[in-house]
């Protein structure tokens, strides 16, 4: 008898983003616009503490949860910017990467037989890891109206079920650039605690606002309006405001039962986060503000930009992005968007990310991720659009 793979592996599809990325890498002269990261590198000054982290002997293992000192700082620096005091003990877990402080939130929060309602077009790896728990994702749209995505509050208090257990909701959103506002997350957390379920909340991008007050300022927070008896699990991640995506550090702020057993499960899944990237982290957090400011100043030019382009392009539609770093254009008569996509690399050199790859509600549409210099962004869009010119 030949022993099989898991027969549940099945329910798990591949990410189309990385099946399309796996294509472009081995090719030459691409411009690369499908992953969700910059192509600036990370800040000397983060690079710079991670080779002191490594000299001071910063190379061992640290605790399940994080160093003390990082949980300390990452408590600081949310009551600095949302005035939310959190229990870096027992609220705060570290985790290697944002993609893994989400998986373990929905981990654990899910049984097998489960549902779990998320708002989509989403991010691929939240219903994935969903699915990875034997549970099932019922993925409902953001409507939009009024040149803005939304919220449909009564599809998504029509889907609850005796078995549903966790709402996921991605804000600033990737793909859409949706920013919940305080109203729509008030709606939101009250839904939750009527039916007793989880809120995760995927904030990644918070401070990569447009329409921030003031230069860096975060996007509103579900932190801002929980108490500590709500089932609310926040997830973050350095990645994309510090330009961190291959240090893979992030965290989750939790509900204390939530976050202790996270914790002491990261043992089981990673043990903890790189410990030289750890203090790295501490860093970026203690001197980042400057660099952060900046990044969103470039991000806003580079999104004012793309969208002009797009907008110019016969059959294009494009909502304005309010935050994170993607435009989500959708394309009339677009039925196969990973063809098209697959197509534009080939033919274009150009790699974009799929509208299907974020749930059937994003078939029809591209994701453009905009965090690239000029000298990229501007020849992918003309690319992009000579192809549209050619193919329609």
């Not at 399940?64 to 870096?88: I, W, Y």
């Not at 994935?128 to 034997?134: F, L, N, T």
């Not at 033919?347 to 994701?367: D, K, T, Y």
């Amino acid at each position: 008898m030949t022993a099989r793979v898991a027969p549940s592996l099945a329910d798990v599809e591949y990410s189309r983003i990385r099946e399309l990325a796996e294509l472009a890498m081995p090719m030459e002269g691409v411009l690369r616009l499908y992953f969700g990261e910059s192509n600036l590198p990370t800040p000397g000054f983060i690079k710079d503490a991670a080779a002191r982290a490594l000299a001071d002997g910063y190379t061992f293992y640290s605790e399940n949860a994080g160093l003390p000192s990082l949980r300390a700082a990452l408590a600081a620096k949310t009551a600095e910017l949302h005035g939310v005091e959190l229990d870096p003990a027992s609220e705060l877990v570290v985790t290697a990467s944002g993609v893994q402080a989400l998986h373990m939130a929905i981990r654990g929060v899910l049984d097998p037989g489960d549902e779990a309602i998320v708002l989509s077009p989403v991010w691929p790896n939240g219903p994935a890891s969903v699915r990875m728990a034997g549970a099932h994702p019922v993925e409902l749209p953001h409507p939009f109206s009024g040149g803005r995505f939304g919220l449909d509050l009564g599809a998504i208090e029509a889907a609850v079920t005796p078995r549903t257990r966790l709402l996921l909701v991605t804000s600033p959103s990737n793909p859409l650039g949706w920013v919940a506002t305080v109203e729509e997350q008030r709606a939101l957390l009250e839904l939750t605690r009527r039916h007793g379920l989880w809120l995760v909340a995927d904030e990644v991008y918070e401070r990569l606002w447009y329409a921030a007050p003031g230069p860096g300022q975060p996007a509103p927070s579900i932190l801002r309006l929980a108490t500590r008896d709500d089932a609310v699990a926040v997830v973050h991640s350095f990645s994309k405001t510090y330009c961190m995506t291959g240090w893979r550090v992030g965290w989750l702020a939790a509900r204390r039962d939530l976050a202790l057993r996270i914790g002491q499960l990261n043992e089981y899944v990673v043990s903890h986060a790189a410990t030289f990237a750890q203090k790295a982290a501490e860093v970026a957090l203690a001197e980042g503000e400057p660099w952060i400011s900046e990044l969103v100043g470039q991000l806003r030019r580079n999104r004012d930009r793309c969208l002009a382009a797009l907008r110019s392009l016969p059959g294009v539609t494009v909502p304005e992005p309010e935050g994170a770093f993607y435009l989500f254009p959708r394309v009339e008569g677009l039925e196969d968007s990973f063809d098209f996509c697959r197509r534009l690399l080939l033919e274009e050199r150009v790699g974009i990310a799929p509208g299907v790859a974020f749930g059937p509600g994003g078939e029809g549409s591209l994701r453009i991720c905009y965090a690239a210099e000029s000298s990229v962004l501007e020849p992918a869009l003309e690319r992009l659009g000579a192809f549209l010119e050619r193919t329609r």
